[in-house]
């Protein structure tokens, strides 16, 4: 059972290039959500989704957009990375019993983007 | 809006004394408190949850966490600390109607010293 998995660990990107932070889990979690962390900031929430097909804003959405096509993978994309976007980015996901939402949170292993 | 305060970024403790990691909460209503560890270059991992019920919660690695509603509260605890302790340790919180996501503090790093 492999839980949350995030591709890739690393990368550095050029201001203005773009890509995408995979995220996969094999859990069946319908929650599912991406955090990036910085030093002294805790974790702040950019996106997430509660199923396929449906997703929403976090506290920080700006430069970021995220689909949910399968209830497996929630990718992250960022359109034309900026240096403000230097950060560890982690993905989340959670199993939502009836009436509870979301429950606790399993983390990937996180993704160090440097943007120069 | 919902939020969290860690008031020490980080706490000092030598190996075999108790440890406290405070954690006050700001929220409508009654909340949803979590305790999380990060280890160096790793995800967070769960420690525990208040749900309802009974205000001292025990959860894994012997930590426990006091609710206190009174003073909004939801401090760590571990009778003996270990060196293996040491990580950074975040409190979150969430509303419990609706669709409300989890806010977490900004963290505290818990140094155990042997």
């Known amino acids: 059972n492999a839980g949350v998995t995030q591709t890739p660990k690393f990368q550095v990107l050029k201001t203005g290039q773009s890509m995408t932070l995979q995220c996969a889990q094999d859990m069946n979690h319908e929650y599912m959500s991406w955090y990036r962390q910085d030093p002294g900031m805790g974790l702040r929430l950019i996106h997430y989704?509660?199923?396929?097909?449906?997703?929403d804003q976090g506290e920080v959405p700006n430069g970021y957009n995220v689909s949910r096509s399968t209830t497996e993978d929630f990718p992250l994309r960022l359109l034309s990375a900026a240096p403000s976007q230097t950060s560890v980015y982690f993905c989340?996901?959670?199993?939502?019993?009836?009436?509870?939402?979301?429950?606790?949170?399993?983390f990937g292993e996180g993704s160090r983007l440097t943007v120069l | 809006a919902q939020s969290v305060a860690q008031p020490e970024d980080q706490v000092n403790v030598a190996e075999g004394n108790p440890l406290t990691v405070k954690c006050t909460y700001s929220?409508?209503?009654?909340?949803?408190l979590f305790w999380y560890v990060q280890y160096p270059n790793r995800g967070l991992q769960f420690l525990l949850k208040?749900?309802?019920?009974?205000?001292l919660v025990k959860g894994s690695y012997g930590f426990e966490a006091e609710f206190n509603k009174s003073q909004t509260s939801f401090h760590l605890k571990k009778p003996s600390a270990l060196v293996s302790d040491s990580a950074l340790y975040f409190c979150?919180?969430?509303?419990?109607?609706?669709?409300?996501?989890?806010?977490f503090g900004k963290g505290t790093m818990l140094l155990v010293s042997p």
């Open positions: 929220v409508s209503g009654n909340p949803y």
């Open positions: 979150a919180v969430r509303e419990r109607s609706g669709y409300s996501t989890l806010t």
């Open positions: 989340a996901s959670s199993y939502t019993p009836t009436g509870e939402f979301p429950g606790e949170l399993f």
């Open positions: 989704s509660v199923g396929a097909g449906i997703t």
């Open positions: 208040y749900i309802t019920g009974d205000n």
